[in-house]
T-cell receptor
């Protein structure tokens, strides 16, 4: 079974600085998809970024980028120029052939003014 | 385009009762997935529906069931409620049946007393 591990329960960063959230996963599949979702206090899950495993190029979305290392089964999220609105729980998620998403335990990120 | 909607947003039930939660996907989306989120277990996959058929099911007891209607709206039902069923229930929709980004609703907060 696929497992997703986020080893950092909590992190903090100063506004305007850069922070990296870690995620590792375990799978025997070759084709799969990885996601980062953000859950602010409102509890609404918001998609941050998506990466297809067959693509070597790392995905980017404005201030958000990933470092996808397929061989190492690592998928970290870098947030540049952190903003107060980035304060949230961040979940790393894996989607394989069966289409059910497996989530990590989450990292609580606090952006400090 | 309107997002995923879930009703009701909050529910309070007592042990032994049953409950039905509703989810309306984004217009045009045909796949609906359900997740349970608790502080102890995190986010766990319940089941997925596509074209009125359950395609995948997580590791939950038979008290948890669901269905999807021809307009892609979905309901999930929990019978004989237990205290441990208290959770945030999240619904997510996607356009196609596989390997597609899932967009989440705001969730239904269920409290079992």
């Amino acid at each position: 079974a696929q497992t997703v591990t986020q080893s950092q329960p909590e992190m903090s960063v100063q506004e305007a600085e850069t922070v990296t959230l870690s995620c590792t996963y375990d799978t025997s599949e070759n084709n799969y998809y990885l996601f980062w979702y953000k859950q602010p206090p409102s509890r609404q899950m918001i998609l941050v970024i998506r990466q297809e495993a067959y693509k070597q190029q790392n995905a980017t979305e404005n201030r958000f980028s990933v470092n996808f290392q397929k061989a190492a089964k690592s998928f970290s999220l870098k947030i540049s120029d952190s903003q107060l609105g980035d304060t949230a729980m961040y979940f790393c998620a894996f989607m394989g052939y069966n289409n059910d998403m497996r989530f990590g335990a989450g990292t609580r990120l606090t952006v400090k003014p | 385009k309107a997002g995923v909607t879930q009703t009701p947003r909050y529910l309070i039930k007592t042990r032994g009762q049953q409950v039905t939660l509703s989810c309306s996907p984004i217009s045009g989306h045909r796949s609906v997935s359900w997740y349970q989120q608790t502080p102890g277990q995190g986010l766990q996959f319940l089941f997925e529906y596509f074209s009125e058929t359950q395609r995948n099911k997580g590791n939950f007891p038979g008290r948890f069931s669901g269905r999807q209607f021809s307009n892609s709206r979905s309901e999930m039902n929990v019978s004989t409620l237990e205290l441990g069923d208290s959770a945030l229930y999240l619904c997510a929709s996607s356009l196609v049946e596989r390997a597609d980004t899932q967009y989440f609703g705001p969730g239904t907060r269920l409290t079992v007393l």
